[in-house]
């Protein structure tokens, strides 16, 4: 019976179903692992909200750095393609927020939500008002 029992006990050890220490959910190795898919070419394009305004719909590239450092900054890049050629429209400091999955920069106010390899959002005027609809797609 003791035999028995030490086998049982050993198998479920081996497999991992018992006597192993369970990560939760939120830990820093994931927190770091959803930092490093963020960081990276993302492609996909904008929509104007208005489109009776000076506003025009645009193909998108953003590129996503990691500030060393900072477990929630990355430097941003952000493009639009004209007759196929990048053109910068600017870069700057942008904060991951772990709890909304949202990357965020103040000026001009863009907020995107993280789903994997999609990020959807928008660009606000700052009065709040929605001006742009992003959607992107990291690119491999």
Aim: charged share 30%.
């Amino acid at each position: 019976m003791r035999l028995t029992k030490f086998v049982c006990i050993f198998l479920m050890t081996l497999a991992g179903g018992w006597g192993r220490p369970r990560q939760n959910a939120g830990t820093k190795t994931d927190a770091e692992d959803v930092r490093a898919a963020i960081a990276g070419l993302w492609r996909g394009h904008s929509v104007c909200v208005d489109k009776n305004g000076p506003c025009h719909d645009e193909v998108n590239v953003y590129r996503f750095s990691k500030v060393t450092g900072s477990l929630n900054e990355f430097s941003v890049t952000a493009s639009k393609v004209v007759d196929g050629k990048e053109i910068v429209m600017g870069s700057g400091s942008w904060k991951y927020d772990e709890k909304t999955k949202i990357v965020e920069t103040q000026k001009p106010l863009i907020r995107l939500r993280v789903e994997g390899k999609k990020m959807e959002g928008e660009l606000s005027l700052a009065d709040g008002t929605a001006y742009r609809r992003i959607y992107l797609e990291k690119e491999n």
